[in-house]
T-cell receptor, first 111, second 112 residues
Framework: GESVGLHLPTLSVQEGDNSIINCAYS??????FIWYKQESGKGPQFIID?????DKRQGQRVTVLLNKTVKHLSLQIAATQPGDSAVYFC??????????FGTGTRLKVLA | GAGVSQSPSNKVTEKGKDVELRCDPI?????LYWYRQSLGQGLEFLIY????????KSGLPSDRFSAERTGGSVSTLTIQRTQQEDSAVYLC??????????FGEGSWLTVV
């Protein structure tokens, strides 16, 4: 089931640097993955997705990498900006209706 | 609508009162989800609708919680006899079959 964590891991990054946020997923049968961004006081916002037949997908300033061998997903943000400060979490989908969400990582961008 | 719409956005209620939270999904989305998020925590699955039926209610915390969906569209989550531990953000999301789920901004519930 979905995991819930009281203390989110935090990644602090200098403005302009690249950020890498990692996620370990649980089900080897999962075939669709999504990264969400959640700013304080708002609902989760879709960033980028990837299907299991791909290893990499690029968006605007963001790249998602999928390593099915070790069940690992990462989100790379290029040239991190203050507006990128938020909680980021991954979601996996295994073909039933249920998405499983990671606990999230808080990204802090330092000026 | 353009996105998932939830109301009220904020609700303060007294312990013991009933509350209703409404979700209007993206037009045409057949799947609808309710999640709960407590402060600083992850997403807790509550219930899933496919059309008007709810094949999985396993996440509802107690029998004080219920949800319905009518016309394959709007859904209402009802919490009876609210308790302080019910204070959280209640998030609704919708999707069109095996695709991305899109979230609303949430209903922030505070029980005092």
């Amino acid at each position: 089931g979905e995991s819930v964590g009281l203390h989110l891991p935090t990644l602090s990054v200098q403005e302009g640097d690249n950020s890498i946020i990692n996620c370990a997923y649980s089900n080897s049968a999962s075939d669709y993955f999504i990264w969400y961004k959640q700013e304080s006081g708002k609902g989760p916002q879709f960033i980028i997705d990837i299907r299991s037949n791909m290893d990499k997908r690029q968006g605007q300033r963001v790249t998602v990498l999928l390593n099915k061998t070790v069940k690992h997903l990462s989100l790379q943000i290029a040239a991190t900006q203050p507006g990128d400060s938020a909680v980021y979490f991954c979601a996996e989908f295994s073909g039933t209706y249920k998405y499983i969400f990671g606990t999230g990582t808080r990204l802090k961008v330092l000026a | 609508g353009a996105g998932v719409s939830q109301s009220p956005s904020n609700k303060v209620t007294e312990k013991g009162k009933d509350v209703e939270l409404r979700c209007d999904p993206i037009s045409g989305h057949t799947a609808l989800y309710w999640y709960r998020q407590s402060l600083g925590q992850g997403l807790e699955f509550l219930i899933y609708f496919q059309g008007n039926s709810a094949p999985d209610k396993s996440g509802l915390p107690s029998d004080r919680f219920s949800a319905e969906r009518t016309g394959g569209s709007v859904s209402t989550l009802t919490i009876q006899r609210t308790q302080q531990e019910d204070s959280a953000v209640y998030l609704c999301a919708s999707s069109l079959n095996r695709n991305t789920i899109y979230f609303g901004e949430g209903s922030w519930l505070t029980v005092v």
